[in-house]
T-cell receptor, first 110, second 114 residues
Framework: SQQGEEDPQALSIQEGENATMNCSYKTSINNLQWYRQNSGRGLVHLILIRSNEREKHSGRLRVTLDTSKKSSSLLITASRAADTASYFCATDYGNNRLAFGKGNQVVVIP | NAGVTQTPKFQVLKTGQSMTLQCAQDMNHNSMYWYRQDPGMGLRLIYYSASEGTTDKGEVPNGYNVSRLNKREFSLRLESAAPSQTSVYFC?????????????FGSGTRLTVV
């Protein structure tokens, strides 16, 4: 299926460090979105980057998009314990649906 | 400001039983979706409704039916539950399908079929 795939699958870092996650996809997209899911909760929309954008910032989040490589990265700077969660990329292929990757588990150690 | 409300939060069914998962949003969103989340599988789209009065199959529709009751409500029905339908079900909504709007998710329904 044409889903985003995050890499790495699990990440454990110390508080204050940066966390970087990557996502790849297979065909052209309208936009790519990142979501966070805390344990036992629903997903929360973090940021959206359109296909004609290369970089976007929101607070401590930085997202890049490389359409030539069909990949995106999410950087969380100065991580906090509260950033411990699963992070999902989701791709909008323009076919009335959003396709989610399998998720990235991030653990921030205080 | 409730956002997307799902009921129930937990449910245990016996194989063959039926049930309806309810979802309501108060954001005047046009599009609504049902996903299931299984360990190691990410989220998979079951059905979606791009606008009131329309519904379409997603990636894994077998064994499910949906009803877009009005603009606010989108229900998911399991007619004859099977153990393979044990999962966490999420409802989501967005302002519209096109032009790149983020989804708002409910808190999920954890369903176990025994």
């Amino acid at each position: 299926s044409q889903q985003g795939e995050e890499d790495p699958q699990a990440l454990s870092i110390q508080e204050g460090e940066n966390a970087t996650m990557n996502c790849s996809y297979k065909t052209s997209i309208n936009n790519l979105q990142w979501y966070r899911q805390n344990s036992g909760r629903g997903l929360v929309h973090l940021i959206l980057i359109r296909s004609n954008e290369r970089e976007k910032h929101s607070g401590r989040l930085r997202v890049t998009l490389d359409t030539s490589k069909k990949s995106s990265s999410l950087l969380i700077t100065a991580s906090r314990a509260a950033d411990t969660a699963s992070y999902f990329c989701a791709t909008d292929y323009g076919n009335n649906r959003l396709a989610f990757g399998k998720g990235n588990q991030v653990v921030v150690i205080p | 400001n409730a956002g997307v409300t799902q009921t129930p939060k937990f449910q245990v069914l016996k194989t063959g039983q039926s049930m309806t998962l309810q979802c309501a949003q108060d954001m005047n969103h046009n599009s609504m979706y049902w996903y299931r989340q299984d360990p190691g599988m990410g989220l998979r789209l079951i059905y979606y409704s791009a606008s009131e009065g329309t519904t379409d199959k997603g990636e894994v529709p077998n064994g499910y039916n949906v009803s877009r009751l009005n603009k606010r409500e989108f229900s998911l029905r399991l007619e004859s539950a099977a153990p393979s339908q044990t999962s966490v079900y999420f409802c989501a909504s967005s302002e519209r399908q096109t032009q790149g709007y983020g989804y708002t998710f409910g808190s999920g329904t954890r369903l176990t079929v025994v």
